[in-house]
Nanobody, 112 residues
Framework: VQLVESGGGLVQPGGSLRLSCVAS????????MSWYRQAPGKERELVAL????????HYAESVKGRFTISRDNTKNTVYLQMNALQPEDTAVYYC??????WGQGTQVTVSS
């Protein structure tokens, strides 16, 4: 199993970013996929998840209405569209496949 995130960077408050996670080594379309984040000095937390077929999603309260998770099973890729970013969204964002497979993370910094 390999998960490779990309798309992080520095953005001003109110800006947008789209993260991507390309998966390999397993049947991507058979698994729930999720995004987590970890801010400095804080525990890693669930941001969003999406069911195997893409028909169901779940979001942390802190990102509801601003972030959208999606997937393209033909490209073995899960996305996280992040809008209206705020400084408190600054963190390393990780892609995860159960039970315990993680990508290397991509840094998102929201600052003016």
């Amino acid at each position: 199993v390999q998960l490779v995130e990309s798309g992080g960077g520095l953005v001003q408050p109110g800006g947008s970013l789209r993260l991507s996670c390309v998966a390999s080594g397993f049947t991507f379309g058979s698994y729930v996929m999720s995004w987590y984040r970890q801010a400095p000095g804080k525990e890693r937390e669930l941001v969003a998840l999406i069911t195997a077929g893409g028909g169901g999603t779940h979001y942390a309260e802190s990102v509801k209405g601003r972030f959208t998770i999606s997937r393209d099973n033909t490209k073995n890729t899960v996305y996280l569209q992040m809008n209206a970013l705020q400084p408190e969204d600054t963190a390393v964002y990780y892609c995860k496949r159960a039970p315990d497979y993680w990508g290397q993370g991509t840094q998102v910094t929201v600052s003016s």
